[in-house]
């Protein structure tokens, strides 16, 4: 049977009609991506704020009339709301929030929790942020790498992608085909795993090139939702990818999110170092612990004569750690092998662990795990003992 298509997707979409209005959901504009890979559709309806509870019915009609096109095999209909005047939402998250599909009502705005502090998230014992001032720096391969390594530190890991600017974590993973599924009761997401960790992104609902609808007041409460509706279980270690830069999204995120830590990825060149020590003035700010500064590309190994050639200024990430005051936790190569594992699925900490790249992430991660412990034994909370495998 040949695919499904986005047109045939929107086509039953006008087929559900907003009685208020007597118009179609496609007609209003509320249908604001819709993504089909193999028969699976994820569709988003995006809505007045005032209106949410009222569209559970329209979101519940609309995945039956998609689910009703041939070759469909799966539908996912999320629903997020927005506040009636979007622009004026600033970074205030409980403005703003998106419910996954079968998330229960809970009276309330959704995302209401936002105006008291944190985000409760019993289940997971430590958070730790990679950030970077910048895009394209290594951030996410970072996190992936990093994550795995925890998990083969023998702690048990998660790592959420909220890097809306370019969701990769589903193909740094090997889970870019894979579906998300709720639980039994339908009121929680289930996290996606694999290499022996759990995954929650983004980019399991829209396409890792298309992030069209997380524009600025939307990206906090969808975020939230998105950690606090999975179904997380017992979690040592959540590293949280997030997006690049230190604008405010960041900045709510990290107020929002109890963080134990974070650590600020960057290359060596001098620019990037000084979005670098934004991202550290960022933390400061709103009093997370920075662990350190990771150097990415940070040298280049050739493979047929092992020359070692400092391509850029090597070496920067450490003076400035020195410079501001924080701990310089490694260096890891520009290494073909790296953006080849991560781009197959299969980063190279299980792809080859006892390589010398395997060993810097894992060292680095040793690194962070044993700051995270003084923070506990400073706070005399027990870490989960490591097992080095
Ligand atoms: P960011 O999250 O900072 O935007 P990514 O992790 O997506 O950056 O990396 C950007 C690109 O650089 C990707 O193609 C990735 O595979 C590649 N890359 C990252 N780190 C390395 C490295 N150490 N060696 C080689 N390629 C790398």
């Not at 569209?55 to 539908?75: I, M, T, Y």
């Not at 990415?296 to 070692?308: A, L």
Request: glycine share 10%; with cysteine.
């Amino acid at each position: 049977m040949s695919e499904v298509t986005k047109d045939q997707v929107l086509e039953a979409l006008r087929t559900v009609i907003d009685s208020d209005s007597g118009g179609d959901l496609v007609s209003l504009g509320w249908v604001t991506s819709v993504q089909v890979k193999n028969g699976h559709v994820t569709f988003v309806i995006e809505v007045p704020q005032q209106r949410v509870h009222e569209f559970e019915a329209h979101r519940k009609r609309a995945e039956e009339a998609v689910n009703d096109v041939p070759g469909v095999l799966s539908v996912t209909g999320i629903l997020t709301a927005h506040n009636a005047a979007p622009h004026q939402c600033g970074t205030n998250p409980h403005q703003c929030n998106t419910r996954p599909a079968g998330a229960p009502d809970e009276g309330g705005p959704p995302g209401s929790e936002a105006m008291h502090g944190k985000l409760a998230l019993p289940t997971i014992k430590n958070i730790i942020a990679v950030a970077s001032g910048k895009g394209g720096v290594g951030k996410s391969t970072t996190a992936a790498n990093l994550a795995l390594a925890f998990s083969g530190l023998g702690l048990k890991v998660g790592l959420f992608d909220a890097d809306i600017y370019g969701p990769s974590a589903p193909r740094m993973l090997g889970l870019r085909d894979a579906r998300l599924e709720s639980n039994a009761d339908e009121t929680k997401l289930l996290p996606l795993e694999n290499h022996g960790i759990k995954c929650m992104s983004i980019g399991f609902m829209v396409p890792e090139d298309a992030p069209v609808i997380w524009r600025g007041p939307m990206v906090i409460g969808a975020l939230e939702q998105l950690l606090r509706d999975v179904e997380w279980g017992e979690i040592d270690v959540l590293v949280v990818d997030l997006p690049p830069g230190t604008g405010d999204t960041q900045l709510t995120m990290c107020q929002r999110v109890p963080l134990a830590g974070a650590v600020i990825v960057s290359t060596p060149q001098d620019i990037a170092l000084l979005d670098a020590r934004k991202g550290l003035n960022m933390f400061r700010k709103v009093e997370v612990p920075v662990f350190g500064i990771i150097e990415n590309m940070s040298y280049y190994i050739c493979p047929k004569c092992g020359h070692r050639d400092e391509i850029f200024a090597y070496g920067g990430a450490q003076k400035t750690a020195e410079e501001l005051n924080c701990d310089f936790l490694g260096e890891i190569p520009l290494d073909i092998k790296i953006r080849e594992t991560a781009d197959n699925g299969t980063p190279i900490v299980v792809f080859d662990p006892s390589s010398p790249h395997a060993q810097a992430y894992i060292n680095i991660a040793k690194a962070v795990w044993d700051k995270v412990v003084k923070i506990h034994a400073a706070g005399s909370r027990q870490a989960p003992r490591l097992v080095v495998h």
